[in-house]
């Protein structure tokens, strides 16, 4: 019979299964050998039919579902009969073969099998030619309904079991991957804010040092004695400034650092689409070098606002456009959701997503001299658009010195 690995419940029923069918076959012989009637040829029957169980529930070829194990039951229920002719004790048997015909072949043959069993068993006690009681039939019958019930019964909780030990596993996998994802974001979460700090202080610092040292290089006569210092000193400023500059650039999202912040962009729309939201990019106007945070800012928002898109606005359709102007840059990301009330509404993307609420991009674009805005009603979608001034190479604020 079925070898493989079972829970403690189930090995136990199988071996009360082969203790009853056991227990029923020497029952029947040492009630032929006490009444005296084909003692010789039930004993002989009732072993023969021992034995072909044996073979089968030892078998590794017999298995639920199977030709081995439609056949084995074939010569079982064979033996029966021939015991049942003998000896009407025999129709005792008929309540484990329920249960093996259960177990081993499909139901629409199960029930059709069970069936047939308990109308053997009848038939041979009337055959027999004992009292015909209500018990006569009742017996046979209720003993078939108790195993259909049974065996229908421990299946379906089987199958739940597995269901929710599926559940269980899946749940563990799901964790697991939001505690990597969350470890993920707060690496790049750390990278980008060293980026930032590097590029906002010591890279801003070293830009300066630089320029002043320039100034006073050009101040002093060529055969000054402080001339060769100053000149050594911009240098070793010029070359730590460009040392910062890798650092931030090696800080960067990964997105950037294979190509282009429009390239990024366009990763970031394709990996979007799926098969209920089509997201589509564009550039508009002539593109120009960005320093690197504005890039990151961008990036991230354009991020964000797509997170929020996914995970709450049920759109089936979103536009992402990068615009370079005369003196800005701006990021727009249209969606056709469900929209919200401005400041009331729930648009918050997770960390794990790549994005940050609205208030943290809010800082951001303030932080890089910009603004973000958000236009959104019920029904009618929602628009997020990130605008920053363009550095301009006088010093100013909002230049990139770095």
């Known amino acids: 019979m079925d070898s493989r690995a079972h829970p403690p419940v189930a090995a136990a029923l199988r071996l009360c299964l082969h203790a009853l069918l056991v227990g029923l076959l020497a029952l029947a012989a040492v009630r032929a050998v006490g009444d005296g009637t084909h003692a010789a040829a039930v004993v002989a029957v009732s072993c023969l039919m021992a034995a072909v169980y044996a073979a089968g529930a030892l078998a590794p070829a017999v298995q639920p579902r199977t030709r081995a194990g439609a056949l084995w039951l074939a010569a079982l229920g064979a033996v029966w009969l021939a015991l049942l002719v003998l000896s009407p004790e025999a129709l005792w048997v008929a309540f484990p073969l329920y249960f093996l015909q259960l177990h081993l072949l499909p139901t629409r043959w199960a029930l059709p099998a069970v069936a047939v069993t308990a109308a053997a068993a009848i038939a041979c006690f009337v055959l027999h030619g004992e009292p015909v009681t209500p018990g006569t039939f009742i017996g046979p019958l209720l003993g078939a309904a108790v195993a259909v019930a049974t065996v229908l019964g421990y299946e379906a909780l089987f199958r739940e079991s597995e269901r929710r030990r599926e559940l269980i596993e899946e749940l563990m996998s799901t964790r697991a991957e939001l505690a990597e994802a969350e470890r993920t974001a707060g690496t790049l979460a750390e990278r980008e804010r060293l980026a930032r700090e590097i590029h906002d202080t010591l890279a801003q610092g070293l830009s300066s040092i630089q320029l002043l040292l ?29 040392e910062a500059r890798r650092f931030v650039r090696a ?6 650092e294979n190509g282009s912040l429009a390239a990024a962009l366009e990763r970031l729309s394709s990996r979007t689409t799926g098969p209920g939201l089509t997201v589509q990019f564009a550039v508009s106007g002539t593109p120009v070098e960005l320093p690197t945070p504005y890039e990151v800012a961008l990036l991230r928002t ?20 990068l ?39 809010r800082a951001r674009a303030r932080s890089l001299g910009g603004t973000l805005s958000v236009e959104s009603a019920p029904g009618q979608g929602t628009a997020v658009a990130l605008t920053l001034p363009l550095p301009i190479p006088d010093g100013r604020p909002g230049q990139d010195a770095a």
């Open 251 to 256: 800080l960067s999202p990964p997105d950037l």
């Open 214 to 242: 320039h100034a006073a290089e050009r101040t002093l006569p060529a055969d000054a004695p402080a001339t060769p210092h100053v000149r050594r000193a911009r240098e070793a400023a010029q070359d730590n400034l460009a």
């Open 323 to 361: 615009s370079f102007m005369d003196t800005s840059v701006s990021l727009d990301v249209v969606d056709d959701g469900r929209g919200f009330v401005p400041g009331r509404g729930p648009v918050v993307a997770d960390q794990d997503a790549g994005g940050f609420g609205l208030p943290a991009m």
């Open 302 to 321: 354009a991020q964000s606002a797509l997170a929020n898109t996914v995970r709450h606005a049920g759109a089936g359709r979103a536009e992402i456009t």
